[in-house]
């Protein structure tokens, strides 16, 4: 067995062939920005996939996109290519090709490359397929412009004045936040960041710092915005900050349903191998590791005899009784198939162990017949600072010592 995917090992010449001519970003596993591995190519100036330009993308085209990230993050070393449509502002609606390259599994790299290539002008879809702009959208759907707030602060943080879209970002009128301390109207789980970068801000005249927190609503609601405060402040303290404030609430819900896409297995529920490699890689920076690798035993009986969809039931249900019989620290993935990943740096092999006793418990219902489950599993511990992949299949080749010492007939 190979939980590691046993693909393609790509070379730093042989992606700069294959990228050569396109802007190139990076992702880790979570969608998050990451830099691009040195001698592969130079990350441009901008970052702008994603939920950031959502707006521009034909509507049917943002699932293909999001299909295609999944389908990477699952598929180490194969190319993945979709074509999306976007509406350029000053072009109109051009065509770009969008490359994305599992190398996580790779130690070298350890991230997801993502290619972009305009493809040139194309046919705008036929009317009714294309976002409405914001005269056209129905009371209580979602607006195309952001909502802005403009502000000015004393060094002290209080609003001299305000104006833009203030009632929808501060639930408040412009008249209420006049002399008041800006930091009243912030959600306090984030006065912390806020008051650092503020105290930062300060020490620096013209320097500017950008902030995400959240702004807490008279009835409870809350906004997420992202906050651009310039220090325009004097030699001797005299004048002002300005604010530029824009409402990112939908925005930031969007990147968490993407993370979310990005690192969870659709069927289980449970972390996608990409996220198991991502969170034991940064576990392991500080702490030891208990790793176990659970293939279940005889389940492709349960496809063969019952189909499919029996099959697909069998894990949902066997990954949410992983779930409940876990530690609490501990965090379970599913690797492919019907091996699972289990893993926690403050419990030990014998709690692992035991959770996936507690799993096995009982028959499975599979709509009439049942199916009592069986498991073989490897656990294994991680020094601090091993190699992710190398763990995992250390905990595999124990899973299958452990298998084949009950089933002396399997290959060696």
């Known amino acids: 067995m190979d939980p590691g995917g046993g693909g393609r090992r790509w070379t730093s010449d042989e992606l700069r062939a294959e990228f050569a001519g396109s802007r190139l970003v990076a992702r880790t596993a979570g ?3 990451a830099e691009v591995p040195a001698g592969v190519g130079e990350g441009p100036a901008f970052d702008r996939l994603w939920v950031d ?3 521009q993308l034909h509507p049917s085209d943002r699932s293909v996109l999001a299909r295609a990230w999944r389908r990477a993050v699952e598929r180490p070393s194969e190319l993945t290519r979709v074509v ?3 509406n350029d502002d000053d072009a109109g609606w051009r065509q770009e090709r969008v490359t994305f390259l599992n190398l996580l599994d790779q130690d070298e790299f350890g991230v997801v490359l993502v290619g972009l290539d305009d493809l040139g002008a194309c046919e705008p879809p036929a009317p009714g397929g294309a976002e409405p702009d914001r005269a056209e959208v129905s009371e209580g759907a979602s607006v195309l412009r952001p909502a802005w707030v403009l502000q000015e602060l004393d060094p002290l943080g209080v609003v001299l004045s305000t104006e833009g879209d203030v009632a929808e970002i501060f639930g408040r009128g412009a008249a209420e936040l006049a002399g ?3 930091l ?10 806020v008051i650092e970068a503020w105290a930062e801000l300060l020490g620096r005249r013209g320097a500017m710092v950008t902030m995400r927190e959240r702004i807490l609503h008279p009835d409870g609601t809350v906004r997420w915005i992202e906050a651009s405060v310039m220090n325009r402040l004097a030699a001797d303290g005299t004048g002002s900050l300005l604010s530029l404030v824009h409402d990112v609430t939908e925005r930031r819900h969007g990147e968490r349903a993407l993370r979310d896409l990005a690192t969870t297995d659709p069927l289980t529920g449970l972390l996608n191998r990409g996220a198991v490699l991502d969170e034991l890689r940064g576990l392991l920076r500080s702490d030891p590791v208990a790793v176990g690798f659970l293939d279940l035993d005889g389940f492709k ?3 063969d005899r019952h189909g499919h969809h029996a099959g697909d039931d069998v894990l949902a249900e066997f990954a949410a009784r992983l779930i409940r019989s876990v530690p609490a620290a501990a965090r379970v993935g599913r690797w492919g198939g019907d091996e699972f990943v289990l893993f926690c740096r403050s419990c030990d092999v014998d709690g692992l162990g035991a959770a996936v006793e507690h799993a096995l418990e009982g028959s499975i219902d599979l ?7 069986a498991a073989s599993v490897g656990i294994v511990i991680g020094r601090v600072g091993a190699d992710p992949v190398d763990l ?6 124990e899973m299958y010592r452990v298998k084949l010492g009950r089933r002396p007939d399997l290959p060696g």
């Open 31 to 33: 969608a998050t920005p």
């Open 53 to 55: 330009a959502a707006a």
């Open 84 to 86: 999306l449509r976007r």
């Open 180 to 182: 008041r301390l800006v």
């Open 184 to 193: 009243e109207f912030i959600h306090p789980d984030d006065h912390p960041v």
């Open 301 to 303: 009986l349960v496809n």
């Open 367 to 373: 709509g009439g017949p049942s199916w009592d489950p």
């Open 392 to 397: 995992v299949r250390s905990a595999d080749r």
